[in-house]
Structures are given as structure tokens and as C-alpha cells.
T-cell receptor, first 109, second 113 residues
């Protein structure tokens, strides 16, 4: 079965510190992977897609097929990065976005 | 100009009532979804419609009935509301065959008292 695991419910860091939000997935094929962000009481917004290999707001994520991971990283956290972050996958050929449980990132001044 | 819009934003109602949430997208997408976000912030898909046809029904109780009058609209009707239905419901849309991810609405916070 397809599954996304985000092992940390809460990640608390100080401003300027590096951030890594962990995401592991379980899927035998080639998934499409995404990171979504939800700021307080707002809609989910697409942050990154693995296929585009882009950097948004200083965040990057690399797909590691060997470790089945798609960790989200930022070298220097900002207070405005505080939000819920969801890792998600779409199994190949099946248009259904499956979310992990989410990690709350709290960046302190 | 909102891409995916939901109404109402907030809904407070008593147990046993019937209520509807509406969703509209102006992105020209062919697939729409309903997700439920529970009190622990976990997001779970409920339904998916592609060109007005039901594609995914994730073992949601029969009290929940989605309706898609056209591919730009997907409404959610809930009968006999229960306390456990309290959650935030998100509508989303996507274009099949493209890997741009989903575009989400701003959510409807349903509180059943």
C-alpha cells in the first residue's frame, strides 16, 4: 500500500538554523512527490514538486529512491517559515494525492 | 479571481441536521476532490470526480454525498450530521495527466454541536 511517513510532529528551531523536515514514502513504483505548506488557518499551498527540482522560498527537496525519502531542507530558517508542512505522493497512473501526517515547523526568534 | 473557492468558510450546526458545502474552480481542471482535515491536522481524501464522474470513494459513510453538476463544480452534501463530522473540509482540483499537484480551496470549518 502507498504510504507517506513524516516521523516528526513538531520541529522547533531558532531563526537562522538549518531545517530538515523528514519524509519517507512506501511505494513500489515511481511516485510523484510534493511538499505542501499550510500557514495558520490558510489553504494548502504547493511548495515543491520533485519533478521540477526547483527551490521555493529557499527550500529544496531531493528524491532519494534508494532510501525512499524526500526530505525538505532549508539552510537558514526564517520566522515566516513557521507552518504545517505536508509531504505527499501521487502513485504512478493513479490520480490520488496521499498525504503524510504533517510536521509543524516552529521557528523562534 | 480565486482559483478554487468554497462556501461557506465556517459552518456551525446541530447534530442531526443536513448541510451542504459548495466548491467551484475556474482553472479549467477536469478533476476535483474533497479532503477532510481532522483535529490532528491529518488530511485524508474522501472523493474524487473526473469530468463529473465519481472516481474515488474512500469508504466514506453514505451520509456524505458528493454532487458534480459540471466539471467546474463539486458540492458535498452531508445528512444527519454527527459530532465526529467536525473538521475542516478542503476542496481541490487538478488536471489529469499533469504533475503540477493539486490546487486547494481555503477550506470549510464545520463544527457540529
Amino acid at each position: 500500500a502507498q504510504r507517506v511517513t513524516q516521523p516528526e510532529k513538531l520541529l522547533s528551531v531558532f531563526k537562522g538554523a538549518p531545517v530538515e523536515l523528514k519524509c519517507n514514502y512506501s511505494y513500489s513504483g515511481s511516485p510523484e512527490l510534493f511538499w505542501y505548506v499550510q500557514y495558520s488557518r490558510q489553504r494548502l499551498q504547493l511548495l515543491l514538486r520533485h519533478i521540477s527540482r526547483e527551490s521555493i522560498k529557499g527550500f529544496t527537496a531531493d528524491l532519494n529512491k534508494g532510501e525512499t525519502s524526500f526530505h525538505l531542507k532549508k539552510p537558514f530558517a526564517q520566522e515566516e517559515d513557521s507552518a504545517m508542512y505536508y509531504c505527499a505522493l501521487i502513485p504512478g497512473g493513479y490520480n490520488k494525492l496521499i498525504f503524510g501526517a504533517g510536521t509543524r515547523l516552529a521557528v523562534h526568534p | 479571481d480565486t482559483a478554487v473557492s468554497q462556501t461557506p468558510k465556517y459552518l456551525v450546526t446541530q447534530m442531526g441536521n443536513d448541510k451542504s458545502i459548495k466548491c467551484e474552480q475556474n482553472l479549467g481542471h477536469d478533476t476535483m476532490y474533497w479532503y477532510k482535515q481532522d483535529s490532528k491536522k491529518f488530511l485524508k481524501i474522501m472523493f474524487s470526480y473526473n469530468n463529473k464522474e465519481l472516481i474515488i470513494n474512500e469508504t466514506v459513510p453514505n451520509r456524505f454525498s458528493p454532487k458534480s453538476p459540471d466539471k467546474a463544480h463539486l458540492n458535498l452534501h452531508i445528512n444527519s450530521l454527527e459530532l465526529g463530522d467536525s473538521a475542516v473540509y478542503f476542496c481541490a482540483s487538478s488536471q489529469e495527466g499533469r504533475n503540477y499537484g493539486y490546487t486547494f480551496g481555503s477550506g470549510t470549518r464545520l463544527t457540529v454541536v
